[in-house]
């Protein structure tokens, strides 16, 4: 069965450090990956997708992931945190018939 | 470009009172359209997607039901609401063809309340 985890609830990172938001996932056949975020009372925006070719995407804000096929992960990075990054993060994989799997989420907190 | 609307932006209604949750999508024809549930800001649940005109496929039975009547209008329905139909309910669109390529667009939610 195809499945997505986020094994940590929230993450705390100060400011101007890295951080990472991890993610693993499940899947027969090729993973097609998506990380979405979400601020309060908003709807889910879209980060950065892995189709296929290089194991780092880049996307938007900063953030990149990386492709890790033998772990079965795509960790969220970005290099120096900012407080509006605050946010949570959902790690996602193309299921079927156009559908995504969504993990649980983790909160991503930045402070000062 | 493309724009996905959703209204209203926050519902209070009443136990037992009837539900219609409306999403337009603009700029892009024969999208996938989806309706997802969201609880205390965390996971969210498929509760029907839709590849075309009047074809809704439903992932869990429930209270609710959903309509495409036009090709870039969703709509979520129910006929007597229940105190457990609380929730932050997400409008979704993607690119038809995308397969898996395409990422999923997301409207700003209504946040629905019952009393």
């Known amino acids: 069965a195809q499945s997505v985890a986020q094994p940590e609830d929230q993450v705390n990172v100060a400011e101007g450090n890295p951080l990472t938001v991890k993610c693993t996932y499940s899947v027969s056949g090729n993973p097609y990956l998506f990380w979405y975020v979400q601020y309060p009372n908003r709807g889910l925006q879209f980060l950065l997708k892995?189709?296929?070719?290089?194991?780092l995407v880049k996307g938007s804000y900063g953030f990149e992931a990386e492709f890790n096929k033998s772990q079965t992960s795509f960790h969220l990075k970005k290099p120096s945190a900012l407080v509006s990054d605050s946010a949570l993060y959902f790690c996602?994989?193309?299921?079927?018939?156009?559908?995504?799997?969504f993990g649980s989420g983790t909160r991503l907190s930045i402070r000062p | 470009s493309q724009t996905i609307h959703q209204w209203p932006a926050t519902l209070v209604q009443p136990v037992g009172s009837p539900l219609s949750l409306e999403c337009t999508v603009e700029g892009t024809s024969n999208p996938n359209l989806y309706w997802y549930r969201q609880a205390a800001g965390r996971g969210l649940q498929l509760l029907f997607y839709?590849?075309?005109?009047?074809?809704i496929s439903s992932e869990v039975p429930q209270n609710l039901s959903a309509s495409r009547p036009q090709d870039r209008q969703f709509i979520l329905s129910s006929k007597k609401l229940l105190l457990s139909d609380s929730g932050f309910y997400l409008c979704?669109?993607?690119?038809?063809?995308?397969?898996?390529?395409?990422?999923?667009?997301f409207g700003d939610g209504t946040r629905l309340s019952i009393l």
């Open positions: 892995y189709i296929t070719g290089d194991n």
């Open positions: 996602a994989l193309y299921s079927s018939a156009s559908k995504i799997i």
């Open positions: 839709s590849v075309g005109i009047g074809q």
């Open positions: 979704a669109w993607s690119v038809g063809t995308g397969g898996p390529h395409g990422p999923q667009h």
